[in-house]
């Protein structure tokens, strides 16, 4: 198979996948049809990880898709998170679905809109064309938002409209960023169709005019920043993450964040180049990422919802992977690997909580105490999912937190450093709190039943393995992708003091 099939068929099959599910007239058809358009996506996602890892950077379509290490990485984690998701949404919807909780039309809705919202994030991280990556973004935007009210309340209808419009003026200003990021490349010697190629640009900064790249990073960081939950920008996040549906506000956590800053890291070399290497791009990452660890930090503190508390906690962790690639150097792999970290950890906090919601029938924090008296498997879910949030040994969020602490440290940033540890420590103290009251209380009272079945095992398991295993020991290919990955960023072939 081409590379260029192969890269049309990331985006292809997930679409057609969504449409198809709305020909069936059986509810549980039509969500095992969205399941299986994710696992086939996935097999093919990892035919052509495998390749841009044996075989370099991959291109198709006159080199307007590609995928090279950075968006390779950023795949993985997509898949794994969409993967492990759609499961879940078996499950989680499969409960309501013996309740009759759920109509033809809401699974439908889902199912539609499921598979082409994963089509959206993997175009983003397959175009070499910054104008078709912000389109990819902006699509993101427009399907997911109505995954969020497929629980048609008040309450939702009110979340989905409020991300849409944040989210929407974000991307407007991202589109700036695009247009002067264009206007900076007018005098390069490319045809018009090729000029907002990245890896054009990137053999191209010398010519390119410093301030109006500036400028562009400026409105990308801010427009971008919005979608990737960034503070102050991030004012739409706690009530999209808490009232979409539990398999929504995975993703949401898992990976649409991720793919948001995934954005802002293909500005970065080029503003670093272009203003021969400064640092003038990595202080304002910096300074956001600092900022939004601190403020979810005091939000976190007075929390009471559960998906709220988490919500606020992606806040964070943002903020952090932020810092790390604010920091550069080593701390650049440290954030690729606390990227990984955060979405398995944040999508297993997700799932947790979503199905605790339901046995409990609310995320009020002080109902749901005993979880693991009460639901064993799903208790003990989100407390080992929260501890694995704050950065306890040995999961691997500890490890990737130390590696951009150590960064800081040998770049001899104390201000950053100090910040860093007020931050986290809060964040610590506070969730803690929680986890033991969640898990260890009195039992509370519920309205649903219990049952366990192989499926929340596994669930439950797989992320917690993968985190424990990743805080004891680094996989050479992993370690080698991070590497390339963080390369890219940097613009150089290896960043060499990776750890």
């Known amino acids: 198979m081409s590379n260029e099939l192969l890269l049309s068929l990331l985006v292809i099959i997930p679409l057609v996948s969504g449409l198809v599910s709305q020909f069936f007239a059986s509810k549980w058809l039509t969500l095992l049809i969205s399941a299986t358009g994710v696992m086939i996506t996935a097999a093919f996602g990892a035919v052509a990880i495998h390749r841009t890892i044996t075989q370099g950077t991959i291109f198709g379509l006159s080199d307007w898709l590609f995928l090279d290490p950075l968006s390779a990485f950023h795949l993985a984690v997509l898949l794994m998170v969409f993967g492990l998701s759609s499961l ?36 983003v991280l397959i175009s070499n064309n910054l104008g078709i990556m912000w389109v990819g973004m902006e699509a993101t935007t427009l399907l997911t938002s109505f995954l969020i009210c497929v629980h048609m309340t008040r309450e939702s209808l009110e979340a989905m409209w409020k991300y849409l419009l944040i989210c929407s003026v974000g991307i407007a200003f ?94 970065v070399p080029i503003v670093e180049a272009t203003t021969g290497n400064t640092g003038w791009s990595l202080r304002l990452l910096t300074g956001f990422g600092l900022f939004s660890i601190l403020l979810a930090s005091t939000f976190i503190l007075h929390q009471h919802d559960l998906k709220r508390l988490l919500a606020y906690c992606s806040v964070e962790h943002i903020g952090i992977i932020t810092l790390g690639f604010g920091i550069g150097g080593a701390g650049t792999y440290a954030a690729l690997f606390h990227t990984l ?18 046995v409990y029938g609310t995320y009020k924090m002080d109902r749901m105490a005993g979880s693991v008296k009460i639901s064993p498997i799903w208790g003990l879910g989100i407390f080992a999912s929260l501890l694995a949030l704050i950065g306890v040994v040995p999961f691997s969020v500890f490890m990737s937190e130390f590696q951009i602490l150590k960064a800081a440290v040998d770049g001899e940033r104390v201000g950053v450093v100090i910040l860093f540890l007020l931050g986290i420590s809060t964040v610590f103290v506070g969730i803690l709190r929680h986890a033991l009251s969640i898990a260890w209380g009195k039992p509370g009272e519920y309205v649903d039943s219990a049952s366990i079945n192989w499926l929340d095992r596994l669930l439950v398991a797989a992320p917690l393995i993968v985190l424990l295993v990743l805080g004891l020991w680094m996989p050479q290919p992993l370690h080698s992708l991070m590497r390339q990955a963080a390369a890219v960023i940097h613009n150089t072939h290896d960043i060499g003091d990776a750890p």
């Not at 039309?105 to 889902?110: D, K, L, N, V, Y």
């Open 341 to 358: 970290n955060h979405s398995l950890s944040k999508t297993l906090s997700f799932f947790a909580a979503g199905r605790l919601g339901q």
């Open 174 to 267: 991202a589109f700036l960023g695009t247009l002067l990021l264009r206007l900076a490349a007018k005098d390069l010697p490319l045809d018009p169709n090729q000029a907002l190629l990245w890896t054009n640009l990137m053999a191209n900064t010398k010519s390119l005019a410093p301030a109006l790249i500036k400028a562009a990073f400026i409105f990308a960081l801010v427009g971008y920043g919005t979608k990737a939950g960034l503070a102050p920008m991030h004012t739409w996040l706690p009530d999209a993450h808490s009232k979409a549906p539990s398999p929504v506000s995975a993703i949401f956590s898992g990976f649409m964040l991720n793919a948001a800053l995934y954005c802002i890291m293909r500005f």
């Open 88 to 123: 879940f949404s078996i499950r989680y919807f499969g409960e309501e679905l013996e309740h009759s909780y759920l109509t033809l039309s809401q699974i439908r809705t889902f199912s539609g809109l499921w598979t082409p919202a994963m089509a959206a994030m993997i175009l």
